[in-house]
């Protein structure tokens, strides 16, 4: 026999037509159970075994379909945890994240889901939760203006900003685009990804350590910086950086394997007072290859094995100061 069972947190809402057809997932005894918007789109209901409902989570994760034209309302409703799965289109937003999501676009190929933005030296997405924002499947673009598009009052942004929490990003390509008053072509003076505590917030969150930076299968163009942040990337590629490619200052730690760095004005992996460790990755074509340094108290401590650093500017491997710990298999 099966039961009707309404989803903990939407009795009230009543402007659900457009969710008509988006799914959930529930984690019952017996494994996933099925959930769907009801045939009046007013509320949502899970059947299931009367004997698996005592096994329900009070907050299931829900999955929410959205497509360019109700993406903002959808991410207005979206609930903590939740999944917002992207139709293929092109979505024009400046768009900032206060609650942990999910944003998965629907297919394999990055190239078919695409968040962009018109304004020049604006982040495209920028997070500001505790929580972990995930992003899957996706091509992010902002537009960048002038060389020093990465300061913008007072402030580095990035096409993709963090000020809060952490963030995981998935088979996703996250660049510029060029304005036509930049000039010529040249590096990319923003980082693609930037994580970094918010001065200006009042949120005691994030001023803690911001967890970790998590990429697998991603491309960069114009680098990852990450304040105070344990970033760990796999099948990364990251190139075209004006700075560093990938820079975690002030204590964090940076773990990259078969990742590819190339074609950077300076480091391919900085790191100030942290760990770096590196395992069958290529360097190539940049100004350092990997750069070590000190800032005030601190050490840093790095452990390269099975990788390739060649072609740079100036040096391979750069380590300054005297507190390091270098280790090359």
Known sequence: ????????????????????????????????????????????????????????????????????????????????????????????????????????????????VVFCTQNTNIPCIVTQTPGRVSLENLKVISTESHANASYVQGRINGTVTVLGGGVEIR??????????????????????????????????????????????????????????????????????AAEHAVRGPAGGSIELVYSDVFGNERGGVVCENGKVRLTNCRFSQNGVGVLLSEMGEGATDLKVVDCRITSHRHLGIGLLDTHKSATLA
């Open 1 to 112: 026999m099966s039961e009707s069972v309404l989803i903990h947190g939407l009795e009230k809402r009543r402007d659900l037509n457009f969710l008509k057809g988006s799914l959930l997932s529930v984690e019952g005894r017996e494994g996933r159970l099925g959930v769907s918007i009801d045939e009046h789109a007013v509320r949502e209901q899970v059947f299931v075994k009367s004997e698996n409902l005592s096994h329900l989570p009070h907050n299931p994760m829900q999955i929410l379909r959205a497509s360019p034209e109700t993406f903002a309302r959808v991410i207005e409703l979206a609930p903590p945890y939740s999944t917002v799965s992207l139709q293929p289109g092109r979505y024009e937003v400046n768009l900032i994240i206060h609650t942990p999501i999910t944003l998965r676009g629907g297919a394999a190929d990055p190239e078919d």
């Open 171 to 240: 088979n996703c390509v996250i660049c510029f685009n060029r304005h036509p008053d930049s000039g010529s072509p040249g590096p990319y003076a923003t980082p693609a990804v930037h994580v970094q505590h918010d001065a200006h917030s009042d949120d005691p969150c994030s001023v803690k350590a911001m967890g970790k930076v998590l990429l697998q299968d991603c491309k960069l163009k114009g680098g990852l910086l990450a304040f105070r942040a344990d970033v760990w990337g796999e099948r990364v590629e990251v190139t075209g």
